[in-house]
T-cell receptor, first 118, second 113 residues
Framework: AQKVTQAQTEISVVEKEDVTLDCVYE???????LFWYKQPPSGELVFLIR??????QNEISGRYSWNFQKSTSSFNFTITASQVVDSAVYFC???????????????FGKGTKLSVIP | DTGVSQDPRHKITKRGQNVTFRCDPI?????LYWYRQTLGQGPEFLTY????????KSRLLSDRFSAERPKGSFSTLEIQRTEQGDSAMYLC???????????FGAGTRLSVL
């Protein structure tokens, strides 16, 4: 069984502060993918990143960075110099990588609601 | 660049009525997924198609739910004899078979009165 835990339900920060969103996962698969999605108030889930379980290198994209640590089963997401437009619910998700005829369905955490205050 | 399209965006119905939702995936995507999201929760997997074949169904998908993808393009999700517990956001996603990145539509929000 797969499980994703996002312990932070809600976070509020003042604009320009850095913020880290935590994600811990459980899986019996030896190969898997990890994802982050953003869900703004409009409701559409926006893909941010996919990480292969083989690749533990941290990744940076503009103000976003991701820290994948297989030893602690964590895949944390940091926003640097937060902006009001970053306000949204952020979801961490997990899927099998090699699923044969399987579906590669995503298992989501409950999400972290981020509010960036001007 | 056309993303995943879902119709309608909102649906209000009375308990016991049937409802049908439509999803148009990104045109070249051969995989299509349905998820359900309730308030304060992450999306939960319902079912999956590869081309026109429905390959997996969640235990969440009761007998009142049926999904089709007749020509391997658009998909429909029908709920028969709706119950108040069916009230949720129904999300559709699509992906390419060799690139497991799912792109989501804006969802259909169902309210059962």
């Amino acid at each position: 069984a797969q499980k994703v835990t996002q312990a932070q339900t809600e976070i509020s920060v003042v604009e320009k502060e850095d913020v880290t969103l935590d994600c811990v996962y459980e899986t019996r698969d030896t190969t898997y993918y990890l994802f982050w999605y953003k869900q703004p108030p409009s409701g559409e889930l926006v893909f941010l990143i996919r990480r292969n379980s083989f690749d533990e290198q941290n990744e940076i994209s503009g103000r976003y960075s991701w820290n994948f640590q297989k030893s602690t089963s964590s895949f944390n997401f940091t926003i640097t110099a937060s902006q009001v437009v970053d306000s949204a619910v952020y979801f961490c998700a997990l899927s099998p990588r090699d699923s044969g005829a399987g579906s590669y369905q995503l298992t989501f955490g409950k999400g972290t609601k981020l509010s960036v205050i001007p | 660049d056309t993303g995943v399209s879902q119709d309608p965006r909102h649906k209000i119905t009375k308990r016991g009525q049937n409802v049908t939702f439509r999803c148009d995936p990104i045109s070249e995507h051969n995989r299509l997924y349905w998820y359900r999201q309730t308030l304060g929760q992450g999306p939960e997997f319902l079912t999956y198609f590869q081309n026109e074949a429905q390959l997996e169904k969640s235990r969440l998908l009761s007998d009142r739910f049926s999904a089709e993808r007749p020509k391997g393009s658009f998909s429909t999700l029908e709920i028969q004899r709706t119950e108040q517990g069916d009230s949720a956001m129904y999300l559709c996603a699509s992906s390419l078979a060799d690139v497991n990145i799912q792109y989501f539509g804006a969802g259909t929000r169902l309210s059962v009165l």
